[in-house]
């Protein structure tokens, strides 16, 4: 089925931001994991020939994203274009204070306020939101099928129906079977479907987020790195020619934590405070999900759920003395200049260095799944990304750009953003 209808250019509204997207394809894609040198050394090693001319003839800069570096923090940040404290996804876990219970944040009702995918798709967009992860799927994936839209993820497209995903037998469309999802090509046939879906006059308002696992475990120059950004590349290409506006940013970075011999460089939080304040305290490690592979549920962030008020001052000075801690935060702090939900967050934020990760204890993580090491993120020093556009900016948004952008400005940014 191909559909030869005009593209709407209806103006539309999300969470009191306008959009005004114009009359061509709209691809934004979110690149997991990619901090901006696997850009620039794959664009060094002419790896990236679209990519170059993208940017050479539009936009690439540096954006904030949301904190706890993590990818349902910020995909549900940049679906809505809000920060963490109006989504109120903080993480992909928090425990509930009601029921004490440590709750994955798996499914729509956690997600605060509609996204604009949703609006878009009311507006008239054909919209499509492609997911390397089906996690993603189902907690921001509300409202599109609805009106028309399609929404599937990698990882189970072999399970898309029309009426729940609005397609049948994507893979057909694709011209290719379910990709394995601890594979770098699970991400490149997220673009493989927006390419198709665009190519096939199905969808012209895409969203596609892809998955860290290559980002978790290699490095930028290395080889299986480059090959992968290639492969990213021909996809971008294929957008281009497709007539697409194409916006790309990330939702962090990633670094290596390890020791100078290659070693993760771990700091326990609960076995150490445990260590020194006695029992009465939980800790929360919010980049756990079922995908373990990639980090064995470590990250530069984790949150301490106190028993007892009257400690948190002292706990937290004896943490921030901790060598690998970086920032420690209160509730009320965290809420204020992390922006994130406090309802949904510890007594006490903590991050750590770039070269380190914070965990519960040594039995919560198994780092035998972590071969070559570890990469991470979560923390400070993954939260800035790049921005890509492939048009030139107009002169609001040049200013804009050299103000505090962010990630979750990047919708706004391809509707919005250019002359
Ligand atoms: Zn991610």
Do not use: W
């Not at 944040?105 to 992860?133: D, Q, W």
């Not at 957008?239 to 460089?265: Q, R, W």
């Not at 801690?325 to 200049?337: C, F, G, P, S």
């Amino acid at each position: 089925m191909t559909t030869n209808n005009p593209i709407s250019c209806a103006p539309f509204e999300a969470n009191g931001r306008q959009y005004s997207p114009s009359a061509r394809p709209i691809a934004v894609i979110c690149i997991d994991g990619c901090g901006d040198e696997y850009l620039s050394v794959s664009l060094a090693a002419g790896r990236m020939p679209n990519l170059a001319t993208m940017i050479g003839s539009g936009y690439r800069g540096l954006v904030r994203g949301a904190l706890p570096s993590f990818t349902n923090v910020n995909n549900s940040a940049i679906v809505t274009g809000m920060p963490p404290s109006v989504t109120g996804i903080c993480g992909n876990f928090f425990l509930n204070p009601d029921t004490g219970e440590e709750v994955m944040m798996n499914s729509p009702e956690y997600l605060r306020c509609g996204t604009l995918l949703h609006a878009a798709a009311k507006s008239g967009r054909r919209v499509a939101f492609i997911t390397a992860k089906e996690k993603l799927r189902t907690v921001l994936g509300e409202g599109i099928v609805e009106n028309g839209g399609i929404v599937f993820s990698s990882e189970k497209v072999d399970e898309a129906k029309l009426a729940s995903h609005g397609v049948d037998d994507a893979e057909s469309i694709i011209g290719r079977p379910r990709p394995d999802i601890y594979s770098g090509d699970a991400s490149v046939y997220v673009l493989e479907a927006g390419a198709a879906l665009v190519e096939q006059g199905r969808a012209d308002f895409l969203y596609l987020s892809l998955t860290d696992f290559m980002q978790h475990k290699f490095a930028p120059e290395e080889s299986e790195s480059l090959d992968f950004h290639g492969r990213i590349d021909a996809q971008i290409g294929r957008l281009l020619d497709a007539g697409c506006v194409v916006a790309a940013t990330a939702d962090h970075g990633m670094n290596a934590k390890n020791d100078s011999e290659g070693n993760p460089k771990v700091i326990y939080v609960e076995t150490l405070l445990k260590s020194a304040f006695g029992e009465g305290l939980r800790v929360i490690c919010p980049i756990t999900d079922p995908y373990v592979v990639h980090h064995g549920a470590l990250g530069s962030f984790v949150m301490v759920h106190v028993d007892e008020p009257s400690k948190i001052p002292e706990m937290a000075a004896f943490l921030l003395d901790q060598s690998g801690i970086t920032e420690v935060m209160d509730r009320e702090m965290a809420a204020k200049k992390l922006e994130l939900a406090p309802d949904r967050i510890g007594d006490l934020c903590v991050l750590s260095a770039r070269d380190t990760v914070v965990g519960k204890t040594p039995q919560d993580h198994d780092l035998s799944v972590l071969k070559g090491g570890l990469r991470s993120h979560g923390g400070r020093y993954e939260e800035m990304v790049p921005l890509l556009l492939s048009e030139p900016l107009n002169e609001t948004y040049r200013r804009k750009a050299q103000c505090d952008p962010r990630n979750f400005d990047v919708f706004d940014f391809a509707c919005n953003g250019s002359l």
